[in-house]
């Protein structure tokens, strides 16, 4: 009867630019991003020929190999904790999974300094292991330092990223595609392997590509585990010649490799789409583990022992004692509220800044501007800390007012985790329909009411979870605190850290606890702001 | 059209052009609304219907052409009124119902003036059969309840122009036929203006004083529901709206035939397109003789396929008695066609 023609492509939601406030703020942040690294070029090209000395050494060749073995081992030992760990959790009937899921979550609170200084007072040379063994005439013990220690360090205290990307994935899968595929004669394992794994790829890329890129940039737990990684190398030649050049060279080269891992996870997720046809209408039922419920719990157990129980023993173990011994323990409380302030202020920022960015790229994606906004707030993403760091202490040399000042230190958390921030944000904000925004202007109330009475009220929660993300990032960052903290600021990270350096694991204890009860807490917020309402 | 000349306009639409990039989805759009008329958009998905609401609401900005609300000029090249300053009340496909707020909250949110505002909610609540349902939060309510809500919103500020989109997509099938009417009273009572935009011919015949139906970014033809039916201006309107057999042939001499004999054809026309609607064909002996081959049946009454001597195939709608398949019938127009010229995809000049 009807002919129907073949709709007209209607694009994009909205038409009519960006508010100019929204642009130019938008503008500031992107321009603030593509900084450090514009600078450091300048910077190596300042001597071109000592960068390139540097650069085309061999130590350097090696030691860029050495680190992406070191990245590529972690994050392969983290999938092999996560995906089991996720898959128990997630689509098993093994006995307090709810609490399972959140303790293993936990370990995101534990910095891998405080990690790996848990581990050297426990297993090192003149750790509890050694002290315990003593009597016994045991005067050393096998060195747990070193590419193996180290791994396993970054691992534990690494892997909570995959799981927080793999959980909600497989939550989401939808089960009659495995009931269709058993259907059809095929075991749960291959059911597992043909179908749910390629579900799980994107989780599975995103998460390992976060880890990969924590481990890259990962300052604090490689050198305290003695282990040769760029950032431990990059740090040496920081603190101990005036080669600033080489510095930046060293810098930029870390970058560039970053950069890689980022451009290598873009190019393998390719062009297929994942997209979950969402509204299924019941979740799956719960695989029966039956007797293997038992190694699942063994191994569930082994993995919160290392990641979770020993680190907070070991220090519980250290503060008990240094208190029995009456070890005086200083300020811890200054130290908190330098770190608490620090962190809030950069969670403050970055969040505000995130919401432009996270406004272009929700509202008027079809602009070439905000893809070029959204591209440049995401370096923060791939550039380590100490390359930021540097990168900010060689130019704001130049700028004496900025120098060793508390905003420089807040503008380097704010353009290491703006990437977070504006994740969360674009999250929220593509829950407020631009329909709810354009009924409100409908309703007589002008762009920027809609924004105050509409928008940020039902993006508020999303919001504070991305902030509380960033506020316990910050808390656990050491490099960036340590080269641009100023002068007589001390934060709970840079206690842990002078103290630990020279074994002083008392001293350590006391604000590495604070640490962890902080971080925590900032977790809980996270997921209880981020849960559905 | 046929109102009279002193009837006050609401809407006067001239010549408006949307485009989007490369792609024109509004060609041209020319309408005139009547002030207190409901009047109703139709077209199929894509046609640029939405867009034409938005364009009135202010949400896009034409490339020509003018716009004049009541008599303020609101779009030109050179003038935009934003939304917020142009006193409409707008009812979304998906309601847009604000989730953070009580269904009272949602109600005032457009209401100026803190002072009338707790009165003028009862109000209006009053109006939408929602009265009691103040302090409900936007979740607990049914759809046809989110409906009301949305509607109570957008009249809550006394509106110069209502304009809905697709208000009933959203609603159960069962539920749509009563919600409509309900709307329709609700609008009435209001003494509002308003503007619905729907692909459900259904809904823009049943309730709608007048029609307009558009077809590829272009309004093809205006008029009350009996007129857009009885008297499509185009073949695409013929086509669209209702159910059609359309022959197509050539005028010979002012004139053209079709399986029922020889009808006048347009002026000037060449090609030429007949539109009969099958309840305008009946069984009756002296007609043109077919056999039945196929029949879609309803209960109340049947759609027969016929295929006449000359091979032409004719749907009639017919009572709800039992034919045979391969029966030998016999069909005869109850009125004269609408001959239409038909001039390939363009536009179709009107005729009949």
Known sequence: MTTLPLPLRVPSPRRGGPAPLVAALAALVAVACLAPPVYLLVRAADDPAAAAEVLLARSTLELTLRTLVFAGAVTFAAAAIALPLAWLVERTDLPGRRAIGILASLPLAVPSYVGALAFLAALGPRGLLQQALSPLGVERLPAITGFWGATLVLTLFTYPYLLMTLRPALAAADPRLEELSRSFGFGRWTTFRRLVLPQLRPALLSGALLIALYTLSDFGGPTLMRFDSFTRVLFLRYESTFDRSGAAALAGALAALALVIVALEVWTRGRRRYDVVRGHARPPAPVPLGRWRWPALAFVGGVLALALVLPVGVLGYWLARAAASGIALPGVWVAALDSVAASALAALVTTLAAVPVAVLSVRFRDRLFSRAVEVLAYTGYALPGLVVALALVFAAINVGWLYQTLALLVLAYALLFLPQAVGTARVSLLQVRPSMEEAARGLGRRPREVFTSVTVPLSARGLLAGAALVFLTTMKELPATLILAPPGFRTLATRVWSATSDARFAEASLPALTLITISALALAVMHYAGARR | ?352
Not at chain 2, 289 to 295: D, E, M, N, T
Request: proline share 7%; net charge neutral; glycine share 10%.
């Open chain 2, 1 to 352: 059209m046929n109102r009279s000349p002193t009837a006050e306009r609401a809407v006067r639409a001239d010549g408006l052009v949307c485009t989007f990039g490369a792609t024109t989805v509004i060609a041209d759009l020319t309408l005139d609304v009547i002030a207190g008329e409901l009047f109703a958009i139709l077209g199929p998905s894509g046609c640029g219907k939405t867009t034409a609401l938005r364009l009135l609401a202010g949400f896009e900005r034409p490339s020509a052409g003018r716009l004049t609300l009541l008599r303020d000029l609101v779009a030109a090249p050179s003038v935009h009124v934003p939304p917020e300053r142009r006193g409409i009340g707008m009812v979304f496909q998906d309601y847009a119902l604000f989730p953070h707020m009580s269904v009272g909250e949602n109600v005032a949110y457009g209401v100026p003036v803190p002072g009338d505002r707790r009165g003028r909610v009862a109000e209006v609540l009053t109006l939408t059969g929602l009265s009691g349902f103040a302090d409900r939060r936007v979740h607990e309510l049914s759809g046809g309840e989110q409906q009301r809500v949305a509607l109570a919103r957008a009249l809550a500020p006394r509106p110069r122009l209502l304009l809905l989109d697709e208000p009933f997509s959203n609603l159960d099938p069962t539920l749509r036929a009563r919600v409509r009417g309900e709307l329709r009273e609700i609008v009435k009572r209001a003494g509002t203006t308003a503007i619905l935009v729907t692909h459900d011919q259904e809904e823009a015949l049943s309730i709608a004083d007048r029609v307009a139906f558009m077809w590829r970014g272009r309004i093809e033809q205006v008029g009350t529901p009996d007129e857009i039916y009885r008297l499509p201006a185009t073949i695409h309107a013929a086509e669209f709206i209702g159910d059609a057999n359309l022959f197509r042939a050539r005028a010979d001499g002012g004139c053209v035939a079709t399986p029922f004999g020889e009808y006048p054809a347009p002026a000037g026309a060449d090609r030429v397109a007949i539109v009969v609607r099958p309840e305008d064909v009946e069984l009756r002996p002296d007609g043109v003789p077919g056999r039945l081959v196929a029949r879609e049946y309803y209960g109340h009454d049947q759609v027969l396929h016929v295929r006449l001597v000359g091979g032409a195939l004719v749907r009639v709608r017919a009572g709800p008695r039992l034919h045979a398949q391969g029966t030998e019938v016999a069909l005869a127009l109850r009125a004269a066609p609408v001959v239409l010229v038909d001039d390939g995809d363009a536009e179709g000049a009107g005729a009949g």
